[in-house]
Each structure stands twice: as structure tokens, then as C-alpha cells.
């Protein structure tokens, strides 16, 4: 595996404790960088951390991404112990498992979008002002290759993945002549724990539109993330990155 110039950087990735957020982090230390991991899960970030310290400085903060001060909180506590913020991740997303959109619960919607969108906009909200501050920053969110398509019995999903390549398209363009890149990425199915929440007719479903015909591995997404969060990446910002196995080629 390659590794990026990352040394001396502090990256924060939400839901980092697992998946995608989990392989990320782990190449991010064996590229140099210092990691901050945040989740709403204390007992795996814990064991999380205790497996990643090995490679490098690990710290966690226990985060509810859709409440502005317990974002704060987090934010603050990462430069105290880092000493900066110079990349953040968004990995942090859940399913809400599937249904029409007209079977779905409204408090299933909301909890869906709060996380996944709002969450997003939070973090930004918070980390981007200590960015403009370093003159330097690279933020990736991790949407979904749904927030393109629109998959059939999860519009609640596909609605914040859809909207958080928005959020990354303004974002982008505000940030734009200040060295702070924002770009997205759109994984297909992954082999993560998030399958879990899902039917196995869905997986089926998501599994049949891949042409490589095969779920996408943790490794191979970090890959892409964490070269959008070097400085490798220089004259990229406000765009949407495939990783769906060559089933979304736009």
C-alpha cells in the first residue's frame, strides 16, 4: 500500500470507530498524520483506539454530530490535543433501514437526514473557521453513490447523501481562493457493518448495479479519501468522486 504525505497533520474523521472511517484512519497514521476519532459509540471507539494507537497518536471524542455543542465540544478538545484541525472526514452516516418512502416513520426520515446531512454541516461549521485560521484545509465527505441514483426504498438515505454533494458544491466555492479543498466521494456498497441495517433485498439490489460485481472494500475507499485530503490534491474542489465500480461513470 502507498503511502501520502501526511505527516504532521491532524485529521478528525466522524464515524471513525468503524468502517470506511476506520480504514481511513488507520492509512492516515501510517502516512504520518494524527488522528482524531469521532463517534457516538464510547465502547468501540475505545477498543478503536486502543487498536489504531499502536500506529500513531489517537485521540476520541464521544460526538452527537446532529447537536451544535457537542460538536463544539469536540472540535475545541481536538486542537487542545492536536494543536490543529487540518483535515476533516465525514464518514459518520446511518441507513435507517429500509421501506417506501410512504411506510417510512417521519421520526426515521428526520433521524436519517439530521445525522447524515446535518451532522455534516455541523462539523463543517465548527472546523472550517480553525481552517481559515491555518490558512490550510481539506475536507471529504463520504456521500453515496444514492445521493446520485436515488435508491428505490431509501429515499431518506438517498435525500441527505443527494444533499450533502450540495453542501459540498457551496462549500467548495466559498472556500475556494482560501486553500481549503472540499470534495466528496460516492462509495457504492460497501463491505461494512452499515449492511447490517439493510435487507438482504436491498443488498441484492445495490449489489446488482455494480458492473465489477463485488462490494466495495474499506481499503480501497481510503485510498481515494486520504489522497483528496493531502496536498497532493491541489487544484480539485467542489467535486464528486466515483467509487460505485463503475456504476455511476458521470
Same mark, same amino acid.
Given at each position: 500500500?502507498?503511502?501520502?504525505?501526511?505527516?504532521?497533520?491532524?485529521?478528525?474523521?466522524?464515524?471513525?470507530?468503524?468502517?470506511?472511517?476506520?480504514?481511513?484512519?488507520?492509512?492516515?497514521?501510517?502516512?504520518?498524520?494524527?488522528?482524531?476519532? /469521532?463517534?457516538?459509540?464510547?465502547?468501540?471507539?475505545?477498543?478503536?483506539?486502543?487498536?489504531?494507537?499502536?500506529?500513531?497518536?489517537?485521540?476520541?471524542?464521544?460526538?452527537?454530530?446532529?447537536?451544535?455543542?457537542?460538536?463544539?465540544?469536540?472540535?475545541?478538545?481536538?486542537?487542545?490535543?492536536?494543536?490543529?484541525?487540518?483535515?476533516?472526514?465525514?464518514?459518520?452516516?446511518?441507513?435507517?433501514?429500509?421501506?417506501?418512502? /410512504?411506510?417510512?416513520?417521519?421520526?426515521? /426520515?428526520?433521524?436519517?437526514?439530521?445525522?447524515?446531512?446535518?451532522?455534516?454541516?455541523?462539523?463543517? =461549521?465548527?472546523?472550517?473557521?480553525?481552517?481559515?485560521?491555518?490558512?490550510?484545509? =481539506?475536507?471529504?465527505?463520504?456521500?453515496?453513490?444514492?445521493?446520485? $441514483?436515488?435508491?428505490?426504498?431509501?429515499?431518506?438515505?438517498?435525500?441527505?447523501?443527494?444533499?450533502?454533494?450540495?453542501?459540498?458544491?457551496?462549500?467548495?466555492?466559498?472556500?475556494?481562493? =482560501?486553500?481549503?479543498?472540499?470534495?466528496?466521494?460516492?462509495?457504492?456498497?460497501?463491505?461494512?457493518?452499515?449492511?447490517?441495517?439493510?435487507?438482504?433485498?436491498?443488498?441484492?439490489?445495490?449489489?446488482?448495479?455494480?458492473?465489477?460485481?463485488?462490494?466495495? $472494500?474499506?481499503?480501497?475507499?481510503?485510498?481515494?479519501?486520504? /489522497?483528496?485530503?493531502? $496536498?497532493?490534491?491541489?487544484?480539485?474542489?467542489?467535486?464528486?468522486?466515483?467509487?460505485?465500480?463503475? =456504476?455511476?461513470?458521470?
Amino acid at each position: 500500500m502507498n503511502q501520502l504525505d501526511l505527516n504532521n497533520r491532524a485529521v478528525v474523521i466522524t464515524g471513525g470507530a468503524r468502517g470506511i472511517g476506520y480504514a481511513v484512519a488507520q492509512r492516515a497514521l501510517r502516512s504520518g498524520a494524527s488522528v482524531a476519532l /469521532w463517534d457516538i459509540d464510547g465502547e468501540r471507539l475505545e477498543r478503536s483506539r486502543a487498536e489504531l494507537s499502536e500506529l500513531g497518536q489517537v485521540s476520541t471524542e464521544i460526538v452527537e454530530l446532529t447537536q451544535e455543542e457537542s460538536v463544539a465540544a469536540a472540535t475545541q478538545n481536538t486542537i487542545e490535543q492536536h494543536g490543529s484541525i487540518d483535515v476533516l472526514i465525514n464518514s459518520a452516516g446511518i441507513t435507517g433501514g429500509n421501506g417506501t418512502t /410512504w411506510e417510512l416513520a417521519p421520526e426515521v /426520515w428526520r433521524r436519517v437526514i439530521d445525522v447524515n446531512l446535518v451532522g455534516t454541516y455541523l462539523t463543517c =461549521r465548527a472546523i472550517v473557521p480553525q481552517m481559515l485560521k491555518q490558512g490550510y484545509g =481539506r475536507i471529504v465527505n463520504i456521500s453515496s453513490v444514492a445521493g446520485k $441514483e436515488g435508491n428505490p426504498n431509501a429515499s431518506h438515505y438517498s435525500a441527505s447523501k443527494a444533499g450533502m454533494i450540495g453542501l459540498t458544491k457551496s462549500l467548495a466555492k466559498e472556500l475556494a481562493t =482560501r486553500n481549503i479543498l472540499v470534495n466528496a466521494v460516492t462509495p457504492a456498497a460497501a463491505k461494512t457493518e452499515i449492511l447490517a441495517s439493510m435487507t438482504q433485498q436491498h443488498i441484492d439490489y445495490m449489489l446488482s448495479k455494480i458492473p465489477m460485481n463485488r462490494l466495495l $472494500e474499506p481499503d480501497e475507499a481510503a485510498s481515494l479519501i486520504l /489522497w483528496l485530503s493531502s $496536498e497532493d490534491c491541489a487544484f480539485s474542489t467542489g467535486a464528486v468522486f466515483d467509487l460505485s465500480g463503475g =456504476r455511476t461513470t458521470y
